[in-house]
């Protein structure tokens, strides 16, 4: 695998300005000022038992949340279709750096709006930061590429912007705690994109994990592929009209442009809206951090909520031999070990693959029982009496220090709280300790060799060359973030 240097390890930078708030619209000034209480509210509740805010209320008429869409490519379609149709919302603002694509997702807006029978009305942006100066913007939607979700995360707090931000929160480990504590200086609601909570088949493994009713876990199964990120030397190509391929790049190394990382909206033969397959920025060292931090941020986020260690993390990341049949070049795999022994592994048991129906994507093994699930409501377990147990929300299973929340629509419980003041399922320090446990794993392959790991100051123990893997300098007018 090969390396482009050690990344030089950050320092205190000056906070840029951006436009203040206060210049509202008289008839926007007590809606906004809802909408920020609700915001400081919901950081001050995850200290305050669940239950303690009111259920989600109605919004009146001409009080929608006013939701802007940062990044249009193909992961939006879910998110610009739910929010667009929520009663309770409306996209008034979306931004990307390609202007095939704003042109298409404004008339789609519109055209859905026509269809319920009203006017929309959608600004259009090219930088983000012009879309978070807006402020009738409440909350926004980041779903960019990864090495942009933190930088726009911290300016969206600072601008007071509730705030649903796509896994993996970060594309390093410092971003994660800059992200938190921007979050929580700005007072705002954030939820990690981190959707299988929010699938009732990852939920009932998770209480039965915590209820201690499957025994002592020992081990938890992560099923997703291994592809970890490389460095790719694609050929250049031109960069196509209306693309700000300055603005793709931001913060990261400058290479150009190649439709292997930003390909045509309209794509594939017949050329039709998004008909390519995923970017393959994901796989790129420089942009992405592979499958790891793909599907392992959804899988390893369920293995950190079943083992009750959400906010905290693994001490061990193993290295061990392992040639990877699909990469000839990658010869090693990882595992994970955390304080009290259970060990958190890839794939999938094999009675699990036999018997569950599919239920095959996450696996909590106990002295017990295994319970496994997958998406779309997919549960199993191997004990008869416990497959139709039920807890009730709000459930403190097994003594847990906290009880497993229960949501079944992840982009409606980010709109509850903002709403009701109440926590997301998923907040920031959550999406940080499921990202980093993908970050870790990634550094210790990447370095070949086991590391120890210490979540609670977010450095490896007696690694200076691993410690300087937690952060990587930001280019040009970004390294002042």
């Given at each position: 695998?090969?390396?482009?240097?050690?990344?030089?390890?950050?320092?205190?930078?000056?906070?840029?300005?951006?436009?203040?708030?206060?210049?509202?619209?008289?008839?926007?000034?007590?809606?906004?000022?809802?909408?920020?209480?609700?915001?400081?509210?919901?950081?001050?509740?995850?200290?305050?038992?669940?239950?303690?805010?009111?259920?989600?209320?109605?919004?009146?008429?001409?009080?929608?949340?006013?939701i802007?869409?940062?990044?249009?490519?193909?992961?939006?379609g879910?998110?610009?279709?739910t929010?667009?149709?929520d009663?309770?919302?409306?996209?008034?603002?979306?931004?990307?750096?390609?202007?095939e694509?704003?042109?298409?997702?404004?008339t789609?807006?519109?055209?859905?709006?026509a269809?319920?029978?009203?006017?929309?009305?959608?600004?259009?942006?090219?930088?983000?930061?012009?879309?978070?100066?807006?402020?009738?913007?409440?909350?926004?939607?980041?779903?960019?590429?990864?090495?942009?979700?933190?930088?726009?995360?911290?300016?969206?707090?600072?601008a007071?912007?509730?705030?649903?931000?796509?896994?993996?929160?970060?594309?390093?480990?410092?971003?994660?705690?800059?992200v938190?504590?921007?979050?929580?200086?700005?007072?705002?609601?954030?939820?990690?994109?981190?959707?299988?909570?929010?699938?009732?088949?990852?939920?009932?493994?998770?209480?039965?994990?915590?209820?201690?009713?499957?025994?002592?876990?020992?081990?938890?199964?992560?099923?997703?592929?291994?592809?970890?990120?490389?460095?790719?030397?694609?050929?250049?190509?031109?960069?196509?009209?209306?693309?700000?391929?300055?603005?793709?790049?931001?913060?990261?190394?400058?290479?150009?442009?190649?439709?292997?990382?930003?390909?045509?909206?309209?794509?594939?033969?017949?050329?039709?809206?998004?008909?390519?397959?995923?970017?393959?920025?994901?796989?790129?060292?420089?942009?992405?951090?592979?499958?790891?931090?793909?599907?392992?941020?959804?899988?390893?986020?369920?293995?950190?909520?079943g083992?009750?260690?959400?906010?905290?993390?693994?001490?061990?990341?193993?290295?061990?031999?392992?040639?990877?049949?699909?990469?000839p070049?990658?010869?090693?795999?990882?595992?994970?070990?955390?304080?009290?022994g259970?060990?958190?592994?890839?794939?999938?048991?094999?009675?699990?693959?036999?018997?569950?129906?599919?239920?095959?994507?996450?696996?909590?093994?106990?002295?017990?029982a295994?319970?496994?699930?997958?998406?779309?409501?997919?549960?199993?377990?191997?004990?008869?009496?416990?497959?139709?147990?039920r807890?009730?929300?709000?459930?403190?299973?097994?003594?847990?220090?906290?009880?497993?929340?229960?949501?079944?629509?992840?982009?409606?419980?980010?709109?509850?709280?903002?709403?009701?003041?109440?926590?997301?399922?998923?907040p920031?320090?959550?999406?940080?300790?499921?990202?980093?446990?993908?970050?870790?794993?990634?550094?210790?392959?990447?370095?070949g060799r086991?590391?120890?790991?210490?979540?609670?100051?977010?450095?490896?123990?007696?690694?200076?060359?691993?410690?300087?893997?937690?952060?990587?300098?930001?280019?040009?007018?970004?390294?002042?973030?």
């Amino acid at each position: 695998m090969k390396n482009t240097g050690s990344p030089v390890l950050p320092s205190a930078r000056p906070r840029p300005v951006l436009p203040p708030r206060s210049s509202l619209p008289p008839a926007l000034h007590s809606r906004r000022g809802f909408l920020k209480t609700a915001g400081l509210a919901s950081a001050a509740s995850l200290l305050l038992p669940r239950g303690l805010f009111g259920q989600t209320r109605a919004t009146p008429p001409n009080s929608r949340i006013n939701i802007g869409i940062i990044g249009l490519g193909k992961q939006v379609g879910g998110h610009l279709s739910t929010f667009a149709n929520d009663e309770r919302c409306r996209v008034t603002a979306i931004c990307d750096v390609d202007d095939e694509r704003l042109d298409y997702q404004k008339t789609r807006l519109m055209r859905m709006a026509a269809e319920r029978g009203e006017k929309a009305a959608v600004a259009c942006h090219k930088d983000f930061r012009a879309l978070l100066a807006d402020p009738s913007i409440d909350a926004v939607v980041i779903v960019t590429p990864d090495h942009w979700h933190a930088i726009q995360a911290i300016l969206a707090a600072r601008a007071g912007k509730a705030i649903y931000c796509e896994k993996p929160m970060t594309f390093t480990i410092e971003e994660g705690r800059r992200v938190v504590e921007a979050v929580r200086a700005a007072g705002v609601v954030f939820q990690t994109g981190s959707q299988q909570r929010s699938d009732s088949g990852f939920r009932r493994a998770v209480q039965l994990a915590r209820s201690g009713l499957l025994g002592e876990i020992k081990e938890v199964w992560c099923n997703f592929g291994r592809r970890y990120p490389v460095i790719h030397n694609w050929p250049a190509e031109e960069v196509p009209p209306g693309m700000d391929w300055e603005m793709w790049i931001g913060p990261a190394v400058m290479r150009p442009y190649t439709s292997h990382f930003l390909p045509r909206m309209m794509s594939g033969a017949p050329p039709r809206p998004y008909g390519y397959d995923w970017g393959e920025w994901r796989w790129h060292l420089e942009y992405g951090n592979g499958l790891q931090a793909d599907w392992g941020a959804h899988h390893l986020d369920i293995a950190l909520w079943g083992l009750g260690a959400d906010g905290r993390g693994p001490r061990y990341v193993e290295v061990f031999p392992s040639q990877n049949p699909a990469t000839p070049s990658d010869n090693r795999h990882i595992s994970y070990t955390f304080a009290g022994g259970a060990k958190v592994v890839y794939g999938c048991p094999d009675p699990v693959k036999r018997e569950s129906g599919g239920a095959t994507m996450v696996s909590f093994v106990g002295t017990e029982a295994t319970a496994s699930a997958a998406r779309h409501g997919k549960f199993w377990v191997d004990k008869p009496s416990l497959r139709n147990v039920r807890f009730a929300d709000g459930d403190r299973p097994g003594g847990d220090a906290a009880p497993v929340q229960v949501s079944d629509d992840h982009r409606a419980n980010f709109i509850d709280a903002v709403l009701t003041g109440r926590p997301t399922i998923c907040p920031a320090e959550i999406g940080r300790s499921s990202c980093n446990m993908c970050l870790v794993g990634n550094i210790a392959h990447l370095l070949g060799r086991s590391l120890e790991w210490d979540w609670r100051t977010g450095t490896f123990v007696g690694d200076e060359v691993a410690n300087q893997y937690l952060w990587r300098e930001n280019r040009g007018e970004w390294a002042r973030i």
